[in-house]
């Protein structure tokens, strides 16, 4: 079976401010955010991407997803590069993160059709795929509440389901449940087990142990911007706990236990 995407040896470096070095006690200017990364994920996968915050988790998906480009490397989604043809990438991908900003004078009900007709969705399809969507999720009875008058939560709940607004086969989810109270998570979590039952391909990144021991087949073990171990799930773990096993593999990178 060929991965649906293919990602080879990505590297990103950020130049810091002087302020930043300061508040981050870095004494060089640069700072590689995702060191030469690579790994595999399959049809029909939810691939976990485990790590603490500030491993580099984020600026992999958003280099996967086109939004930022990579210095060195490339990945491949259904054979197309994201370097040489990023709008195909896009066409098939859906992206959410946690740090998206809806604008706060507009509705769920707008800000649906706003994405539906950017996506190219047809006409026809745009009203009952929005009230499938809403229904899901609670969001029909705030479609005209502004975003502003919304709760984080719902917030939430309503960038989700913009980022499928297209009903793509390949779906990014950066912390898909960060911030979200349990009753939030769990229909978020729930939501993903049913979009693989339907064939979808998603990749979450967290540092949430539960969640991928519930949810993942695989996983990929960032620290520091480098990929220190990937593979089913079962077969890293060998019979020990997720977090049992990432503190082990932490303090053989790191040397110490944070």
């Known amino acids: 079976m060929e991965p649906i995407l293919s990602v080879n040896q990505i590297k990103k470096t950020f130049r810091l401010s002087r302020k930043q070095q300061a508040i981050q006690k870095i004494a060089q200017p640069e700072i590689v955010a995702v060191n030469h990364l690579s790994f595999q994920v399959y049809p029909g996968q939810i691939y976990g991407l485990l790590g603490p915050n500030g491993a580099g988790k984020t600026t992999a998906l958003r280099i996967i ?31 959410l993160t946690s740090e998206l900003r809806l604008e706060d004078f507009f509705t769920p009900n707008y800000l649906f059709d706003f994405f539906a007709r950017l996506h190219d969705v047809p006409e026809s399809m745009i009203e009952p795929r929005k009230k499938e ?30 980022s499928l607004v297209h009903d793509p086969d390949f ?5 898909p449940t960060n911030g979200l ?64 096993r990432f503190f082990t593999l932490y303090q053989q990178e790191v040397g110490e236990v944070a």
């Open 65 to 95: 997803s086109t939004l930022i480009k990579a210095d060195e490397g490339d990945a491949m989604l259904l054979g197309h590069s994201i370097k040489s043809d990023p709008e195909f990438v896009r066409r098939h991908i859906g992206f």
């Open 133 to 162: 969507m809403f229904a899901k999720f609670g969001i029909d009875a705030f479609a005209e509440v502004k975003v502003a008058n919304l709760s984080t939560g719902m917030k939430q709940k309503v960038s989700l389901v913009i």
């Open 171 to 175: 779906i990014v989810f950066d912390e």
């Open 181 to 244: 109270d349990v009753l939030t998570a769990k229909i978020v979590t729930d939501f993903l087990l049913d979009l693989q039952k339907k064939g979808k391909t998603i990749i979450i990144s967290t540092h949430i142990f539960s969640l991928v021991e519930k949810i993942c087949s695989h996983v990929g073990i960032i620290i520091n911007g480098k990929m220190i171990i990937d593979g089913e799930l079962a077969s890293i773990c060998d019979g020990v706990s997720l977090e049992e």
